[in-house]
């Protein structure tokens, strides 16, 4: 069973995710999947292109914007974009989720939208400590 974690009504977050995982994610309504894990960074994992194929072949948007340590303020936006363009939940992974996370919160207190207070109020029901990621 993958580790979809809830983050918000739209919005949850995921250690890596296996191929099949992506038509879990269809079948639980998700319609967009945001692969936030650089190809390559560990050798077992799912390269990039059968992640998008997967999620072509389950009828799921996809987006591949890797982040190497912290996001940088680009990589927020692309993620907030792409976000905010999908038409229903959106599922991010990475690693450990921890980068899915921050890159989402971070664009979540630059456009205002979440408080500090809510977005560690958020990573932490979601197993993420934000505390030290956002500004007081």
């Known amino acids: 069973m993958p580790d979809f974690r809830k983050v918000t009504e739209d919005f949850s977050v995921a250690p890596q995710i296996a191929v099949d995982d992506i038509a879990a994610a269809a079948d639980q309504g998700f319609v967009l999947v945001i692969n936030n894990r650089p190809d390559g960074e560990a050798p077992d994992q799912p390269p990039n292109a059968r992640m998008a194929a997967a999620a072509q072949a ?16 680009d990589q927020v936006e692309a993620v907030r974009e792409a976000i905010a363009g999908a038409d229903g939940p959106v599922l991010a992974f990475c690693r450990s989720g921890t980068r899915s996370i921050v890159t989402w919160s971070l664009g979540q207190a630059a456009s205002g939208e979440r408080g500090r207070d809510e977005l560690v109020r958020l990573g932490q029901a979601a197993g993420y400590d934000l505390s030290g990621v956002l500004a007081s």
């Open 58 to 73: 389950a009828g799921v948007a996809y987006v591949h914007i890797p982040v190497r340590g912290g996001p940088t303020a």
